[in-house]
């Protein structure tokens, strides 16, 4: 049958203003394992937490984990969801506070050893921030820097120091059921970044902390190392060169010169005297900072290095980059040794006690061989050599085909991952996405429930979307993208409530077959059916009739202003969710939006706990679902 779903009649409407987004973030089935490259990587042992060793990993799919470590396993323990881009590092810093960064331009802070719970966003970044630094493992002191040339210092004990205010811009309390001193408390609000709206036990802000701006860089700032006092900061990017600041003022010392690209690792020794950097020139540089000079290059890599990580007597690096490559380089006697080689570009590495973990742009993590506590065995196996001291010798060994054979063939141990999709397409009924990941499976989402319906395995893509086609009109009623691995499914207004559908072509029951039904507000009611039910339950009253104005004053007042907005009598709005429209409650899909009041948030819909959060959603939406309210029919083409 060849069917129409028909689309408001009338012109573009252009508002005043573009409204906030609501996103929906599609999750696999099996929600413990990352979907995404990993961008980093960060230790928590057993001195410093309840008697495990964890690692803490941060995702291009904009999620951090905790990983309890076990000899010959690792297991998923936590989720820490509230950044809304990919997490581009994380350190370890003071009694447990694990610090991250994102590409949303923020900071968090969170309790290492809490069920995902964050207690503070830090905003001052005006673009992403790409990487952070700790000044040792006692100390509360974090260095920042990001695309926008900045550099921060932060002294996160200070900036976590709650005070009777609520009225600070830079940094935000992320509610999550936390109080200003990092206790977990019973859920009482949703308030994933902040609101204004708090409750008594949210009244605690920091108010006023300033971090130290390190002023100088021109351009964008990749990588920055301290050293263990937090006395000293080196920092690079795409100037080329390592520029060195007195991290207690922010001013800065000097600038060493001689790599030739940007810079994207860089590591200091505990007393801050020698600096080890690492460059898209393919070289590895040693520097005094005491004699402001290099004191010897290595080159070992065929293309860029992007992550650098020492032995604590800085006696040795290990070094890995774009070149899939993991080597071991002694810096007195430059030997080297090639000790594993990947399929993915490697991003962070992390050493522990006698092996290494490696990051990369695949959605696994792996524990390689290392022999942390003598790195001298390695070069006892032999198949060494001495690295040299400019940056084309080693791609020269590579071309003449001697290269060296690599120490070991397969990983300790693997933490896998969920393939990331790297190919999508929407189909002409408009709720069906096709999608390859990088493995190479298809799949056919539903993307008004958030499942998979449908996997088809290795099979050709374009074979599929083909084989798919239907003759259906939908208008176009929401957006996707593959950005943080998964569906990311994009509804803006006016234009999501543009698509209606026939009941008898959604197959819902109990209504006439002729009965239009909006496929936008029938997903908004599913994806916030736990909300509404949690709020019901708060509030201790029906769900608002059709029509009711909602109780919240923002809401009333933006409804009255915007009094084109027109209820649609067509079908009632009431609690119900049909069938279509339902989306699974065992891997649930995350929300990515915001409000009148903080900045935006992340956060599963099964999380949502019911409060008065209408500073937390867009008014649009809240209407939209509460009232049973749609922009006027001119608007939504």
């Not at 012109?11 to 089935?29: A, G, H, Q």
């Not at 309790?111 to 952070?132: E, I």
């Not at 790195?375 to 020269?396: C, D, E």
């Not at 990983?411 to 002409?428: D, F, K, S, W, Y």
Request: charged share 20%.
């Amino acid at each position: 049958m060849h069917r129409v779903g028909s689309a408001s009649n009338g012109n573009n409407s252009t508002r005043s203003r573009k409204e906030k987004r609501i996103t929906y973030v599609l999750n696999d089935s099996d929600d413990t394992k990352h979907c995404a490259g990993i961008n980093c990587l960060a230790l928590l042992t057993s001195a410093a937490s309840d008697g495990s060793d964890y690692l803490f990993t941060g995702s291009r799919d904009g999620r951090l984990k905790r990983w309890a470590l076990a000899v010959d396993r690792a297991t998923c323990s936590a989720t820490f969801e509230s950044h809304v881009d990919w997490v581009n590092d994380a350190v370890v810093v003071g009694d447990s506070t694990l610090v991250s960064c994102s590409s949303d331009t923020t900071l968090k802070t969170w309790n290492a050893l809490s069920f995902g719970t964050c207690t503070r966003t830090l905003r001052q970044h005006s673009d992403y921030v790409t990487c952070l630094a700790a000044a040792g493992k006692n100390s509360n002191i974090v260095a920042s820097g990001g695309l926008g040339g900045e550099v921060f210092i932060w002294d996160i004990e200070a900036a976590l120091t709650p005070v009777s205010k609520c009225n600070d811009a830079t940094v935000d309390e992320s509610s999550n059921g936390i109080n200003g001193s990092g206790n977990v408390l019973p859920l009482t609000s949703l308030r994933p970044i902040n609101s204004s709206n708090n409750m008594s036990m949210h009244t605690t802000q920091t108010q006023g902390y300033i971090p130290i701006a390190a002023k100088g860089h021109k351009d964008s700032v990749y990588a920055l190392a301290m050293n263990e006092s937090g006395t000293i900061l080196v920092s690079g990017g795409t100037e080329k060169v390592v520029r060195v600041w007195d991290a207690r003022s922010g001013s800065k010392t000097l600038k060493l010169r001689g790599h030739t690209d940007n810079i994207r690792a860089l590591l200091l020794d505990s007393s801050g005297r020698y600096c080890l950097s690492g460059s898209s020139d393919s070289m590895i540089r040693l520097w005094d900072i005491g004699q402001q000079r290099c004191v010897h290059s290595y080159a070992v890599h065929t293309d860029s290095v992007w992550a650098l990580a020492s032995t604590p007597t800085f006696s040795h690096v290990y070094s890995g980059g774009r070149d899939f490559s993991l080597y071991l380089t002694d810096l007195q006697t430059r030997e080297s040794s090639l000790l594993c080689t990947g399929e993915h570009p490697i991003l962070q590495l992390a050493l522990h006690d006698d092996s290494i973990w490696i990051a990369s742009t695949d959605s696994s993590v792996h524990r390689w061989p290392a022999e942390g506590y003598d790195p001298q065995k390695i070069f006892q196996r032999g198949n060494s050599f001495l690295a040299g001291n400019l940056s084309f010798s080693r791609a020269r060994v590579s071309i003449e085909g001697s290269t060296p054979v690599p120490v070991y063939k397969e990983p300790i141990l693997t933490i896998l991952g969920t393939p990331a999709i790297v190919q999508h397409e929407v189909l002409n009924n408009k709720r069906h996405v096709l999608t390859k990941d990088a493995s190479g499976s298809v799949k056919l989402w539903e993307i008004t429930k958030g499942v998979v319906i449908e996997d088809y395995g290795k099979v050709l893509f374009e074979e599929k979307k083909e084989e798919l086609f239907e003759m259906v009109s939908i208008p176009a009623w929401f957006t996707v993208d593959t950005r943080l691995g998964s569906l990311s499914v994009h509804l803006d207004t006016p234009q999501c409530f543009s698509a209606e559908m026939y009941s008898a072509d959604l197959n819902v029951v109990g209504k006439p077959e002729d009965d239009k039904i909006n496929l936008a507000r029938e997903t908004l009611k599913g994806l916030l059916a736990h909300w509404l039910r949690k709020r019901k339950q708060r509030m201790g009253s029906p769900a608002p009739a059709n029509g009711e104005l909602l109780s919240g004053k923002d809401i009333s007042s933006r409804s009255l202003a915007h009094s084109r907005i027109e209820v649609d009598g067509s079908s009632e709005n009431d609690a119900m969710v049909y069938p279509p429209f339902e989306f699974s409650v065992t891997s649930p899909p995350s929300i990515i939006t915001e409000g009148t009041h903080g900045g935006p948030w992340r956060k599963k819909i099964t999380d949502l706990n019911g409060t008065k959060d209408e500073k937390d959603f867009p008014w649009w939406c809240l209407d939209c679902v509460l009232n049973n309210r749609l922009p006027p029919r001119e608007n939504t083409k």
